[in-house]
T-cell receptor, first 116, second 115 residues
Framework: GAVVSQHPSRVICKSGTSVKIECRSL??????MFWYRQFPKQSLMLMAT?????????EQGVEKDKFLINHASLTLSTLTVTSAHPEDSSFYIC????????????FGPGTRLTVL | AQKVTQAQTEISVVEKEDVTLDCVYE???????LFWYKQPPSGELVFLIR??????QNEISGRYSWNFQKSTSSFNFTITASQVVDSAVYFC????????????FGAGTRLFVKA
């Protein structure tokens, strides 16, 4: 149980286009999901906290108009990278708080974004 | 504010050696969780252990063991008799209740195990 999926696993796009990444909790409801970004050979950096039915909370330095987050249901959160540029190329990972709430998080397999 | 420090950037060992990965954390919360994750080249995080702030018992799981010491704010991870398949990046992480349950990761330690 407690499986989180991400789609797509890889995406290549041209500079200036927008890309949507989906994060789904497959067998539990997640009121809170988190989005992380990981550059090569670096750690995971928290971008934002996504709460179902409300606006996301962005970490300092993350442009909310650039990285649009929508958590429209208890099993789906989406991250849209708008007007993507090569510097947005990264590994994006989502996680969801477990079915019992609390501190446990379940991570998705990640989405590798390459912007040409 | 919460912080996790993994001072070892890279460690290289020969198979069958024991290796310890260090983790030091900072938090003002009395209630928190500490985690260790493994990230193989595929990129997907593999959960290894979760420990809450009220449980200082050390834990052993096969070749893996963890030493949690609140007095030194450390949560170290030891791999006994390392194997080539242990080669990966290992992250220590901290989650505070007062921080909205978000998890902060250390910089990671890249472990190379040579045959």
């Amino acid at each position: 149980g407690a499986v989180v999926s991400q789609h797509p696993s890889r995406v290549i796009c041209k500079s200036g286009t927008s890309v949507k990444i989906e994060c789904r909790s497959l067998d539990f409801q997640a009121t809170t999901m988190f989005w992380y970004r990981q550059f090569p050979k670096q750690s995971l950096m928290l971008m934002a906290t996504s709460n179902e039915g409300s606006k996301a909370t962005y970490e300092q330095g993350v442009e909310k108009d650039k990285f649009l987050i929508n958590h429209a249901s208890l099993t789906l959160s989406t991250l849209t990278v708008t007007s993507a540029h090569p510097e947005d190329s990264s590994f994006y990972i989502c996680s969801a708080r477990g079915p019992s709430g609390g501190y446990e998080q379940f991570f998705g397999p990640g989405t590798r974004l390459t912007v040409l | 504010a919460q912080k996790v420090t993994q001072a070892q950037t890279e460690i290289s060992v020969v198979e069958k050696e024991d290796v310890t990965l260090d983790c030091v954390y900072e938090t003002r919360d009395t209630t928190y969780y500490l985690f260790w994750y493994k990230q193989p080249p595929s990129g997907e995080l593999v959960f290894l252990i979760r420990r809450n702030s009220f449980d200082e018992q050390n834990e052993i799981s096969g070749r893996y063991s963890w030493n949690f010491q609140k007095s030194t704010s450390s949560f170290n991870f030891t791999i006994t008799a390392s194997q080539v398949v242990d080669s990966a990046v290992y992250f220590c992480a901290l989650s505070e209740g007062n921080g909205g349950f978000k998890t902060i990761f250390g910089a990671g330690t890249r472990l190379f195990v040579k045959a």
